[in-house]
T-cell receptor, first 116, second 116 residues
C-alpha cells in the first residue's frame, strides 16, 4: 500500500493482559515513530527507530512498554500488564530517514486500545 | 523544539478563507514551522512547512512574519472536509547521529469547525 498501515484498528483487552500493536511503514522509509494520543490531547512521542535500532526511546512511560523493529521495516509496540490508563490511540509514523533533512512524517490511522 | 501557542477553537463559514494563527516567539534560526491536521478518527496529516519565506501548496498557504515569532495557516476556500484539529509545530532538523530524535511535539492545536 501507499501509506502507513496499522493493525489492529481496534483492540479491547483486560487489565493485566499483554498486547502487541503492529505498524507497517511506507516502503523505503528508514525512520519510524510511535506516538500515543489520549482523548482531547495531541499525540505524544514514545519511541523513534532509525533502521533496526531504537535511536530515542525517551518517551516510553515505563518498562511495561517495549518496541522492536527487527528487520528495519515492520515495527511492533508491546505493552505488558496493561492498565486502564494505557487506553489511548497509538499512532505510528514513518519518514525517509535522511541525514540532516527536515523530514515530513506520514502517519497511519492508529490503533485504538481500550483496557477494561 | 520551541513552544507554540494556538487558540483552542475557531469557526469558519464554508467557502470563506480560514486563517489559523500560531505564536512561536522562542523559535530559533534553524527551526522550521510545520502544520499538521487531524480529522476525527484519523492520524495526523501533513499540510505545509516553512522556514522564513511564505509557502503555498495545493492544500494551504503559510505566512511567516519577518521576525518569525508567529505564523498563519490559510485555507483559501474552506470546505466541510476541512473541519479538523490543526497543529502548529516548530522543529529542528534531524542530526542523524544515531542518537538524535526527530520527534514531533504536538500541543492541543486549534479545533477548526467549518460551518455550512
Amino acid at each position: 500500500g501507499a501509506g502507513v498501515s496499522q493493525t489492529p484498528s481496534n483492540k479491547v483487552t483486560e487489565k493485566g493482559k499483554y498486547v502487541e500493536l503492529r505498524c507497517d511503514p511506507i516502503s523505503g522509509h528508514t525512520a519510524l515513530y510511535w506516538y500515543r494520543q489520549s482523548l482531547g490531547q495531541g499525540p505524544e512521542f514514545l519511541i523513534y527507530f532509525q533502521g533496526t535500532g531504537a535511536a530515542d526511546d525517551s518517551g516510553l512511560p515505563n518498562d511495561r512498554f517495549f518496541a522492536v523493529r527487527p528487520e528495519g521495516s515492520v515495527s511492533t509496540l508491546k505493552i505488558q500488564r496493561t492498565e486502564r490508563g494505557d487506553s489511548a490511540v497509538y499512532l505510528c509514523a514513518s519518514s525517509l530517514g535522511l541525514a540532516g533533512g527536515y523530514e515530513t512524517q506520514y502517519f497511519g490511522p492508529g490503533t485504538r486500545l481500550l483496557v477494561l | 523544539d520551541a513552544k507554540t501557542t494556538q487558540p483552542p477553537s475557531m469557526d469558519c463559514a464554508e467557502g470563506r478563507a480560514a486563517n489559523l494563527p500560531c505564536n512561536h516567539s522562542t523559535i530559533s534560526g534553524n527551526e522550521y514551522v510545520y502544520w499538521y491536521r487531524q480529522i476525527h478518527s484519523q492520524g495526523p496529516q501533513y499540510i505545509i512547512h516553512g522556514l522564513k519565506n511564505n509557502e503555498t501548496n495545493e492544500m494551504a498557504s503559510l505566512i511567516i512574519t519577518e521576525d518569525r515569532k508567529s505564523s498563519t495557516l490559510i485555507l483559501p476556500h474552506a470546505t466541510l472536509r476541512d473541519t479538523a484539529v490543526y497543529y502548529c509545530i516548530v522543529r529542528s532538523p534531524n542530526p542523524y547521529s544515531g542518537a538524535g530524535s526527530y520527534q514531533l511535539t504536538f500541543g492541543k492545536g486549534t479545533k477548526l469547525s467549518v460551518i455550512p
